[in-house]
């Protein structure tokens, strides 16, 4: 079954694509939730029209993307947080605190933008992250968790 996405579905595709998926997942789940249309002929012209207007607009939120990425590319976040004696933190660090940080800094980025190896970090030291500003640009992000 072939469906048209109405937004973006982390690992199945980007908001306006067409997308291959199994009957299932998308009658029960995608269509339901107002995920995505079926891609049938009508649904398909008005989406090629919509993405024809639209392409303006996405080269120029592309063009931010850029900017927001040179001004975060090579900055080294520092974010304290408690710690215990053995070195280890109460609680963790999660993506929250990272887009928190950038929100102090000026950039207006959310948390489900940032991605991480490892979900929680619970340690002292200096790791990496990847922002996803747009469809075709990631960030990597290196931060550094201290005493605090």
Do not use: C
Not at 74 to 102: C, H, M, Y
Not at 104 to 127: A, C, F, P, V, W
Request: glycine share 8%.
């Amino acid at each position: 079954m072939e469906v048209i996405l109405k937004q973006d579905v982390k690992n199945l595709g980007y908001a306006h694509d067409v997308v291959k998926v199994r009957n299932g997942y998308g009658l029960n789940y995608l269509i339901p939730n107002g995920l995505a249309v079926i891609a049938n002929d009508t649904n398909r012209k008005i989406n090629s029209e919509v993405m024809r207007q639209r392409q303006h607009k996405v080269e120029k939120i592309k063009m931010e993307a850029e900017k927001v990425k040179s001004a975060i590319e090579n900055v080294v976040l520092t974010i304290p947080a408690k710690v215990g004696e053995n070195g280890k933190l109460f609680g963790s660090i999660t993506t929250q605190q990272l887009a928190d940080v950038l929100k102090r800094m000026g950039q207006n980025i959310e948390k489900r933008q940032i991605s991480m190896k490892n979900d929680h970090i619970k340690g002292l030291g200096t790791y990496t992250a990847e922002v996803q500003l747009h469809r075709d640009i990631t960030v990597p992000i290196t931060f550094e968790v201290v005493e605090g």
